[in-house]
């Protein structure tokens, strides 16, 4: 589904703090899998994750989205893809404050044009789903930590992707929420979506969901295996 | 369709997160509704005043004459009469005797007027509704009425008692406030002005056309006179009060500046809040040309909130409190102010002059310091 | 009718507009009201042979802006034209400000007085 070929990021180019956050990164991804980016920090998952969803483009390499390369396109046409494709689970949840779960779900299809009932008919469905229902009209800032991860995973579904990408998911949430937020990539890989995830967590990576374990050190890849 | 749809979309959740920050905002709308609101209270103000003066001075004299002297407004000789009715084109010349009087007592200046039809009623005079409020007959408080007895100071000293006739009707007051009409032989024997001298003269000409030609004759055979056409009397006001030139505008134009420097700095200022919000927005897939849309959006909510409101209170402002707020910048140090209600003139072409320098303005000022947050890659969120 | 915010904003500008419409309707009707003072006002002044309005009593020049020479505000003083607060507020007449001698041009050539 996705392939990354020689990839290479640079941040800061040509100045003092020149930085390589990965390099020479060959990957592959199928669709309806479930695939682990496992690593400590600083070893470059997070950038291999906003490269792989199509946030940030690499320095160097072709990235191929379903056949068709995506390296070149003009940012309207990657915004595009990426909204159309990818729904992003962040690791601070990155919920707007201030405004009702029900428009933080909704906010990523807003600029699509889709009439509003639907678009209200098809958040709340999804909230139904996560058992948010009764948080639907209240603001986040009032959620606790797994309701707010529920909402951001239901913000990230509401475009209907094909590929879910979560970073460190489980970073802030205690073993028993950990379990559950794996229960629902279970549920969603059942759907059919394909998983990436970045994580460093056993809970995560040793979860009987996960096909693979793509494995980051400095930048590289050092084993990308499939589970036996 | 769906272009209107995503519109809407964009602009519901504006409006839900210029709601978060409702003190703020609201403190915003409140100071730039008075900004507008000042602005269209002059132009309000300003227009009607100029298109009333405009119609009511329609009937002024078509010419008048004055000699000049050393630089000054002088007496003109009446003989000048005779030499200028026999210019070919002039209906009839009329001398004009007026002045300024001072009453120490209430401190007010008033106009003194000679009216032919109080010319076999020496004695008497009739008054402008402004002189009758500010009592000259030391009674303070009291409005002047029908047979109350005025004393004036002459110029040689002694006092001349005159008695009120009458008032000018209440609707003139625009125009007739601080008037005192009087006979021809008090306003002589008041001021000791010769019998063959005038102030100026009036005349009325057969053709308008002819005006200016006449205009030039008169200078020819008297090089000491000044004639002042109608004309030039309607543009007076109309340039009196042209909003553009006018000294209340700049005052204004200031205020405006400084609020567009607020919004430009409040919009430059974008807070780490709101910076990291654009972030997340680019990340689950707003485009740059999506966040500058809801900048758009935000800019239009309280500037067309700001402008309808200022636009209003303006209106009633002007046009049913009287001017209230002007009422210390227009009268000055006159003791004497004409109470009078403007009719309301307004036209299609303030209210778009207003739009065009108050709303557009503020919502370029939003939306471009906010330009380079909307470019900020989508992954920054991740990196934070 | 009004459950998202975006109606609400819009029954608002309409509402605005309608506002600003009704300026205009209050005018039109205020104007046709005071007609016959207007009318009474213009006899006024055509029975008086008045020149000027009665809007500022402090100074003969504004008193009475279009009599005044281009003197009068200087009798006093060099400066004394803002001397009055009035004065500040007023535009000077626009015939006070023709250059010297351009009157007789002024007078017997009509494109002058663009």
Not at chain 1, 116 to 142: P, Q
Not at chain 1, 184 to 203: F, N, V, W, Y
Not at chain 2, 192 to 200: H, L
Not at chain 2, 333 to 353: K, N
Request: hydrophobic content about 45%; proline content about 4%; some cysteine.
């Amino acid at each position: 589904m996705i392939r990354l070929q020689n990839v290479r990021k640079v941040f800061n180019a040509d100045k003092a703090n020149e930085f390589v956050a990965i390099e020479g990164v060959n990957l592959s991804i199928d669709s309806h899998g479930a695939t682990v980016l496992k690593g400590p920090s600083g070893s470059g998952k997070t950038t291999l994750l906003s490269i792989l969803g199509c946030m940030a483009r690499p320095t160097s390499g072709r990235i191929m989205l379903k056949e068709r390369e995506i390296t070149s396109l003009p940012e309207r046409f990657l915004t595009e893809v990426r909204r159309e494709t990818f729904g992003i689970v962040f690791q601070q949840f990155n919920l707007i404050k201030g405004i009702t779960a029900l428009e933080n779900v909704m906010l990523p299809a807003y600029p699509n044009g889709e009439k509003h009932a639907s678009l209200k008919k098809r958040a709340m469905e999804l909230l139904d789903l996560l058992n948010l229902i009764g948080k639907a009209f209240s603001k986040v800032e009032w959620l606790s930590g797994g309701e707010a991860q529920r909402i951001a995973i239901a913000r990230a579904l509401i475009n209907n992707p094909a590929i879910i990408i979560a970073d460190e998911p489980t970073a802030h949430l205690d073993t028993r929420l950990s379990r559950e937020f794996m229960e629902i990539m279970r549920q969603l890989k059942k759907e059919g979506k394909t998983l990436l995830i970045a994580s460093h967590d056993p809970i995560v990576y040793d979860s009987t969901v996960i096909d693979r374990i793509v494995e980051i050190r400095d930048g590289k890849i050092v084993s990308s295996g499939d589970i036996p | 369709m769906g272009a209107i749809e995503k519109q809407r979309n964009i602009l519901d959740f504006t409006l839900s997160s210029l709601g978060r920050r409702k003190g703020k905002n609201i403190a915003l709308v409140v100071v730039y509704t008075f900004v507008i609101f000042l602005l269209a209270s002059v132009l309000f103000f300003t227009h009607s005043l100029k298109k009333e003066a405009f119609l009511i001075l329609q009937d002024a004299p078509e010419m008048t004459v004055q000699r000049l002297l050393a630089g000054r407004q002088d007496l003109i000789p009446t003989h000048y009469i005779d030499t200028i009715r026999q210019i070919r084109g002039v209906q009839s010349v009329a001398p004009r005797l007026w002045g300024y009087y001072y009453d120490a007592m209430s401190g007010a200046n008033y106009t003194l007027m000679v009216n032919a039809e109080l010319n076999d009623r020496a004695g008497e005079i009739i008054i402008g509704n402004g002189v009758s409020m500010r009592s000259m007959s030391g009674k303070r408080n009291q409005a002047l009425r029908r047979n109350d007895i005025i004393p004036f100071k002459t110029y040689d000293g002694s006092v001349l008692t005159l008695k009120v006739r009458g008032l000018l009707p209440f609707a003139s007051e625009l125009v007739t406030a601080d008037l005192i009409l009087v006979s021809e032989a008090d306003f002589r024997k008041l001021f000791s002005i010769a019998n063959d001298q005038a102030t100026d003269l009036v005349l009325n000409v057969r053709n308008a056309k002819e005006l200016s030609t006449i205009a030039a004759k008169i200078t020819q055979i008297h090089p000491d006179t000044r004639p002042i056409l109608r004309e030039e009397i309607l543009r007076t006001y109309d340039a009196v009060f042209d909003w553009r030139g006018g000294v209340i505008f700049m005052v204004l134009s200031g205020v405006f500046f400084a609020f567009i420097i607020l919004a430009w700095d409040k919009a430059t200022g974008l807070s780490a809040e709101e910076k990291r919000e654009i972030g997340i927005l680019k990340a689950i897939g707003w485009e740059t040309s999506d966040i500058l849309l809801m900048k758009f959006w935000e800019g239009s909510a309280v500037s067309m909130a700001a402008f309808f409101m200022g636009i209003f209170l303006a209106y009633l402002h002007i046009f049913l409190a009287s001017s209230i707020l002007f009422e210390p910048v227009l009268k000055g140090w006159s003791v004497l102010y004409p109470s009078f209600r403007l009719t309301p003139y307004i036209s299609v072409y303030h209210i778009a002059t207003l739009f065009f320098l108050t709303v557009i303005p503020y919502t370029v000022v939003t939306i471009v310091p906010s330009w380079r947050s909307a470019t900020i890659d989508p992954d920054s969120v991740m990196r934070m | 009718m009004l459950e998202r915010k975006s109606d609400l904003f819009f029954s608002a500008l309409v509402a605005g507009a309608l506002l600003i419409c009704l300026m205009f309707m209050d005018a039109a009707i205020s104007q046709r009201l005071d007609r016959e003072f207007v009318q009474e006002r213009r006899e006024v002044v055509r029975v008086l042979t008045l020149t000027d309005l009665c809007l500022f009593t402090e100074a003969r020049y504004t008193r009475h802006p279009s009599m005044a020479d281009l003197h009068t505000p200087f009798q006093d003083h060099p400066m004394s034209f803002d001397h009055f607060p009035s004065g500040a507020i007023m535009a000077v007449p626009p015939h006070l400000k023709r250059k010297a001698g351009t009157l007789q041009r002024w007078i017997s050539d009509p494109r002058e007085r663009q």
